[in-house]
Structures are given as structure tokens and as C-alpha cells.
């Protein structure tokens, strides 16, 4: 009983999700790292296709690709609709939840997210809509200054510049350590290749799963607390990262937030389930009550509130149109440095999001 109501929740979290996570969060952090200049170069030349840009950035999983877009639109690079296509198509870290529960369905949905924000961006540029003008024709009290970019460091000069404490890189080796074993394991038991109990059958009764799982799901849970449970480490520089490692530590650190959270929506709904019998099936959040919710709670700033959300779907306590209607509206952690550089512009970009969540969640909701 207490396996499957405590133990096999959280190993889940890491096995079903964490593992998977981890090595896309280094996939993309290694691209941005090598590549991110390019394609930030090349979209402050063509401000044209500014919300076709924006909406590939912010359709890649997580908030790197939208976050790096918030300074440049500070210091007028890029549009407004180029930002508000970003915030429209990214469905921040809980984009990676869907990816391991389900990759096929989250291709379906990233490519709508995709079209979304790209016609939203592209509206909001044709009629002109951008909060910063306004301030532009007035003397600002304390104004962006355009101060070029710090060289990033290379070779030996790299590896010097990225140093960071000791602990930090103990805990993310840790969980790189068991991140590899759970991902060898995790793989053939997910997709149905392997029985579980044939493992533990060949370990003495040891289940690596469940083993590997909870050891994770703990490394997960010791680096969120070492990071004062903050809501993420998605900020500008983690966006950009200076080297390899760093990527491999910011991704570490990622995906045990992301861990975390989706551990505690599936302990949450394993516990609420199994103790009172509720699946799901007696919450309003179905039809347009449901979509304005899913609506409501993407105007939440932050990843996490998003990533339990979408764990109750996966967990399947939520229907597909509040859902869809929770991706769109949700901007992830890019919302936040931009209001820390244009405030107006974060509170009506937000606010814009919502029209086509609620549009296009009642299309799904018609649909369906």
C-alpha cells in the first residue's frame, strides 16, 4: 500500500519525467550555448520576421528561447508582437512534462502553440500595439543603456570563469549520476519493453526503478532547497550560458524544479485518489468553465503553479481544452525579467495572451 500510494508517485516524477527532462534540457542548453548568438544577431537585422522568430523561440521547451528575447525588446531590437508571439507560443518548463508523458502529443500541441503565437504576434504588430512607445516620447528616470556585450570567455580562460561552489557541483553531478542509470532503465519500462518486476527479479528483488526513482526524486528536492525553492533559474544568463558545464548544471537544476513539482502534483493526486475515490470526473473544469480556468491560472507568473497544472492532466485530472487553454495563456519565467525592464508591456502582454487562450481553448472545446 504504501508503495504504490507514496513510493512509486515519486519515483515516477524522476523516471517518468526527470530523466527525460534533464537530457532535453541539456540538449537545448548546449544549442544555446553554441548557437544562440546567431539566431538573436540575425533577428535584430530582420525586425520583419520579428514574430516569426519570436514564436520559435518561445515554442522551444522551457523559457530560454522567450527570456532572451525580454532585454533586446528593452532596448528596442524587437517588437512588441515579436515579444508577445514568444509569450504566446511557450508553454515554459511544463512543456517538458508533456514531452516525457507523451511525445506525439506534445508535438500536436507545441505546433499549434506555434501557429498561435505567431498570428498573435504578427496582429499585434499590425495594429500597432506596444506599451514601451508611450514612455519612448518621455524622458526616462532611468534609462537602458546599450552597453555592449561582455566577451565569453573560451579555452582555459572558460573554465576558469565558470567556477561556482563546490556543493553546487557535487549536487549536480549527483544527479547526473543518477540521471544516466534512470534513463537506461527508464527507457525500456515506459514504453513497455521491458517488465519491471523481471528487473527486480534479476537484482534479488531490488527494483531499480522504484530505487533509482526515489534517489532521484530526493537529488531533485536537496537542489530545489539549495536554491531557497526559488520558482526557477531561468534568468538571462542561464538563458545564454558561458560554457558546456554551465549548461549541464543550469539543466540540472531545471529539471529537479521541474522534478519536484511534478512530484508533488503526483504524490498529491495518487493520495487524493486513492484515500476519497475522486478521479477527476467531479471538478467543474470541464467545458467553458474549465477553459477560463485553464485561462485564469496561465496569468500566474513563474513555471511551477503551470507544471502542477499540467501534471494533473498527465495524471489525467484535466480535460484537453483547459489545458490547451493553460498553454497558451501561460508565459513561464520570461514574463518575469520583463517586468523587471518594462513593466506596462509585461502587465498588457500577459493580458493579450488571454484572448487567444480562451479563443482557442473554445475551438478545442467545440471540436472535441
Not at 544555446?32 to 548568438?37: A, S, T
Not at 550560458?241 to 548544471?249: D, E, G, K, M
Not at 497558451?328 to 514574463?335: E, F, I, N, P
Request: with cysteine; proline share 6%; hydrophobic share 55%.
Amino acid at each position: 500500500m504504501m508503495v504504490e500510494l507514496v513510493v512509486r508517485p515519486l519515483a515516477d516524477a524522476f523516471m517518468q519525467v526527470g530523466v527525460y527532462v534533464a537530457v532535453l534540457v541539456a540538449v537545448f542548453g548546449w544549442l544555446r550555448w553554441r548557437y544562440g548568438d546567431r539566431v538573436t544577431d540575425g533577428l535584430t537585422r530582420r525586425p520583419r520576421i520579428g514574430p516569426l522568430v519570436g514564436a520559435l523561440l518561445g515554442v522551444s521547451p522551457g523559457c530560454g528561447g522567450a527570456i532572451i528575447l525580454m532585454p533586446l525588446y528593452a532596448r528596442g531590437k524587437v517588437s512588441f508582437g515579436t515579444v508577445v508571439a514568444a509569450l504566446t507560443a511557450t508553454m515554459g518548463d511544463s512543456s517538458w512534462v508533456v514531452i516525457a508523458a507523451n511525445p506525439v502529443f506534445a508535438l500536436k500541441i507545441h505546433a499549434l502553440l506555434f501557429v498561435v503565437g505567431l498570428a498573435t504576434g504578427y496582429v499585434v504588430d499590425l495594429l500597432g500595439i506596444d506599451p514601451a512607445k508611450a514612455l519612448d516620447d518621455r524622458p526616462a528616470k532611468h534609462p537602458i543603456k546599450e552597453t555592449p556585450a561582455p566577451a565569453q570567455p573560451t579555452g582555459a580562460l572558460a573554465v576558469l570563469a565558470d567556477t561556482v561552489p563546490r556543493r553546487t557541483r557535487l549536487m549536480s553531478a549527483a544527479f547526473w549520476a543518477l540521471t544516466i542509470p534512470g534513463f537506461v532503465v527508464s527507457v525500456p519500462v515506459v514504453f513497455h519493453a521491458v517488465d519491471p518486476s523481471l528487473l527486480a527479479t534479476a537484482l534479488a528483488g531490488i527494483d531499480p526503478y522504484l530505487v533509482i526513482g526515489c534517489c532521484g526524486t530526493l537529488a531533485a528536492a536537496l537542489i530545489f532547497m539549495a536554491g531557497r525553492g526559488r520558482f526557477a533559474d531561468d534568468t538571462v544568463e542561464t538563458a545564454e550560458p558561458r560554457s558546456a558545464r554551465a549548461a549541464l548544471r543550469h539543466s540540472a537544476h531545471e529539471a529537479s524544479f521541474i522534478t519536484v513539482w511534478v512530484a508533488v502534483a503526483y504524490l498529491g493526486w495518487q493520495v487524493l485518489s486513492t484515500t476519497t475515490g475522486f478521479d477527476g470526473t467531479q471538478l467543474a473544469l470541464t467545458g467553458v468553465l474549465g477553459v477560463l480556468l485553464g485561462a485564469v491560472v496561465g496569468l500566474i507568473p513563474g513555471c511551477a503553479v503551470q507544471i502542477v497544472f499540467t501534471g494533473l492532466y498527465v495524471s489525467g485530472g484535466l480535460p484537453l481544452p483547459t489545458l490547451v487553454a493553460n498553454a497558451v495563456s501561460q508565459d513561464g519565467d520570461a514574463l518575469i525579467p520583463l517586468a523587471v525592464l518594462r513593466r506596462r508591456s509585461a502587465v498588457m502582454a500577459t493580458l493579450i495572451t488571454t484572448v487567444p487562450a480562451v479563443t482557442v481553448g473554445l475551438a478545442v472545446l467545440w471540436l472535441l
